[in-house]
């Protein structure tokens, strides 16, 4: 709502071509942007992010903005049909190979920035048993954590890849917004959540602002909260050894 608000041409990404069509024309009736885009795309499937990459590269040439903001909470170890966990592949893997893959469609639109929304949480990353096959834990300090400590790390990595390309990136912690993000949780720890999330109000317009204001067009390798001030990333997301084993792995994993 808030970029078509702003005359933004969309391209929405989502699993359920049904819920994009209906989420299209609320928008489009709510705004009166008609330049919205919806292509079905499974960020926990590596074949359905790329199938979709080529979609969006079949019609346009160039894009302005690319915001990774899909994201899944699971309690129980869930694999995608790789044997992939579910929360590493769409929180991590999925945002990885959709923007390497866009990355000559963001050069082609430059100036052109990445936002990918994380957390500041300081969860540290089992190389060794990446997929919890071996020992899982869903919350904070588990799956769930290391995935925002990936989306971190590989936010990091990419920047340093994209100097002097006219593409930036950065990150955005929102805060504790109202969504359905939590609702696979214990129901009292998500009622807890609940009651102390705000609206998505405030986050959105921060969010929108770090992809198209110019004031942030050189913000590569930005942590951002959503006052607008930055965040002090840990030392462990900031090893560029960590930062470079998580690269390769995922390389790797994405073929």
């Not at 923007?99 to 994380?118: F, H, I, Q």
């Not at 990936?150 to 340093?160: D, E, G, I, S, V």
Request: include cysteine.
């Amino acid at each position: 709502m808030e970029f078509a608000k702003e005359n933004c041409q969309l391209i929405l990404l989502g699993r359920n071509s049904e819920k994009l069509s209906l989420i299209k024309s609320e928008i489009a009736k709510s705004t009166g942007n008609k330049y919205i885009e919806i292509i079905a795309a499974d960020f926990s499937e590596l074949k359905s992010v790329k199938q979709a990459v080529l979609e969006v590269k079949k019609k346009y040439a160039k894009l302005d903005a690319l915001v990774n903001v899909a994201a899944i909470f699971k309690t129980k170890r869930v694999e995608n049909s790789l044997g992939l966990e579910y929360m590493f592949a769409t929180n991590h893997l999925g945002p990885f190979i959709l923007t390497n893959e866009l990355l000559d469609l963001l050069k082609a639109g430059k100036p052109s920035r990445v936002v990918t929304v994380s957390a500041p949480l300081d969860t540290k990353i089992n190389f060794d048993d990446l997929q919890g096959k071996e020992k899982f834990t869903s919350g904070f300090l588990g799956a769930f954590g290391a995935s925002k400590m990936m989306n971190q790390m590989f936010t990091f990595a990419l920047a340093r890849r994209l100097e002097g390309t006219g593409v930036s990136t950065s990150l955005f912690h929102p805060g504790l917004v109202k969504s359905d993000l939590t609702n696979e949780m214990p129901a009292i720890l998500n009622g807890i959540f609940k009651i102390f999330s705000s609206k998505p109000d405030k986050a959105v317009k921060m969010l929108c602002r770090l992809a198209i204001n110019k004031a942030y067009e050189k913000s590569n390798g930005a942590f951002f909260k959503v006052d607008g001030k930055e965040i002090k990333a840990s030392s462990y997301s900031l090893d560029k050894n960590n930062q470079e084993k998580l690269w390769e792995v995922s390389e790797q994993l994405a073929k």
